[in-house]
Nanobody
């Protein structure tokens, strides 16, 4: 019943910026941690950034200082501001969230379907 909808991906030149958004919808009681992951063709899915319910953040070394994760709890939305993009950032970016639904009081992990980010050199 929960759905994560991602938006904001696209094609950008190296050095440019993109802002990804992911909105959770459904019978949501609460959301604990939210995050972004990236996956390039033939490579495993890797953590980009995560953010806790109170705003605590953690980043992978490859994006630290360039990307910023944030969230709007009132909108059940997580964002990823990507600056100084590099060709190696090219990947499908997936949204992730630990969510408690109204019908069952346990946290479960949900994934979005991904949004393509392509950085040209």
């Amino acid at each position: 019943q929960v759905q994560l909808v991602e938006s904001g991906g696209g094609l950008v030149q190296a050095g440019g910026s993109l802002r990804l958004s992911c909105a959770a919808s459904g019978s949501i009681f609460s959301i604990r941690v939210m995050g972004w992951y990236q996956q390039a063709p033939g490579k495993p899915r890797e953590l980009v950034a995560i953010i806790g319910s109170s705003g605590t953040t953690n980043y992978s070394d490859s994006v630290k200082g360039r990307f910023t994760i944030s969230r709007d709890n009132a909108k059940n939305t997580v964002y990823l501001q990507m600056n100084s993009l590099k060709p190696e950032d090219t990947a499908v970016y997936y949204c992730n969230a630990d969510i408690v639904v109204d019908s069952y009081p346990r946290y479960f992990t949900y994934w979005g379907r991904g949004t393509q980010v392509t950085v040209s050199s």
